[in-house]
């Protein structure tokens, strides 16, 4: 009912930025919150950031002041500015969001494929 498609991801220097952005799609009548989580290899799932519909932003500590999340509610579209990338940030980074949707009661999770982002040294 609800897919989210996440792009942007890649190989990138270290020191050098990246922008990830998630496209909502389906059977939607609003989106609440929504947010970017990575998970590296043998280790959890982590938040990166997340940001309400009304734009109220979080960030990991790791991300403060190299990172800016942004949503465009009209298009359902969201993205992930992340600067001054080092190897630690190499991971699989995931969108979620959840969703009121038009033929059910209530909001739902979703999450994307994920797209690799991999910073070399």
């Known amino acids: 009912q609800v897919r989210l498609v996440e792009t942007g991801g890649g190989l990138v220097q270290a020191g050098g930025s990246l922008t990830l952005s998630c496209a909502a799609s389906?059977?939607?009548?609003?989106?609440?919150?929504m947010g970017w989580y990575r998970q590296a290899p043998g280790k959890k799932r982590e938040l990166v950031a997340a940001?309400?519909?009304?734009?109220?932003?979080n960030y990991a500590d790791s991300m403060k002041g190299r990172s800016t999340i942004s949503r465009d509610n009209a298009k359902n579209l969201m993205s992930l500015q992340m600067n001054s990338l080092n190897p630690e940030d190499t991971a699989v980074y995931y969108c979620?969001?959840?969703?009121?949707?038009?033929?059910?009661?209530?909001?739902?999770?979703?999450w994307g494929q994920g797209t690799q982002v991999t910073v070399s040294s």
């Open positions: 389906g059977s939607i009548v609003s989106i609440n919150a």
């Open positions: 940001i309400t519909s009304g734009g109220t932003t």
């Open positions: 979620t969001a959840n969703v009121v949707l038009t033929a059910l009661p209530g909001n739902y999770d979703y």
